[in-house]
């Protein structure tokens, strides 16, 4: 799917068309020119060897790791925290909620994440954070499709995690939204990138206190009123890339709930497990 599929990326740098009379001598040979570098770039597309999506080793395969890599990915796997997706140490059979979760429930139904934040999977988020890789795009689509199963088969919406609009400026484009259009694109699930908008700027998270991270999303998310209708009644699933204390995540969930959202669902790349969760 096109990035700039309705995420609103960044603002457009069309180069400045200049009218330069020429003789047709030259009018020619720029046409060449131009059809060269078409048939160089459609080439290239062909003759780019496939390498792993993580450390670019050379692969035999397109869009996926090599063995290294996929050993260094820790996947989270069941048994889970129904509410927050925490792995569990044993399966005592049935939905299981972790203490933490009965202690402090989240704003948000469940949460579910591919694997756990480290190593190699943190190289991976920074890549398609920096870098809008494609072949991660979709290795990454994949995995969250399998993750999120449970949440996607009566989900209506998927919606990204908004970025402000001044990070979303300096980085080009949202790697939530990127990873989140391919989420509704493979589950044939609607995609509604502009159900959930910034109300103000906050602060980056990283380095801040879970309390902190707290106050600083704190009614920073809201559904427009025309965007509405995308949200009543529905089943949402929202994306993120990383899931750290679920500060963010409750508050785009609150704003989602407020406008009517029947169930709010987290779908992440990577969830910080420090907390060790235990059975209640
Ligand atoms: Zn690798």
Redesign the pocket.
Known sequence: MDLKDGVGAGPETAAPQIDVPTSPGRAVLRRVGAAAARLARKASDFVVPPV?V????PLLDHDT??P??WQQIEFIRPPVCDRLGLPMPFDVGGTMISAAAAADPPVYDRARAVARYDA?MRELIRDLKFHDQQHARRLLGRWLVEAGREILTDAHAVVPVPLSRLRLWLRRYNQSAVIAAEVARRAGIAYRPLALVRTRRTRPQPGLSAREREENVRAAFRVPRSRVPEIAGRNVVLVDDVVTTGATANACARALKSAGAARVDILALALVTDRVPTVR
């Open positions: 792993c993580a450390c670019h080793a790791l090599c290294s890599c190699a």
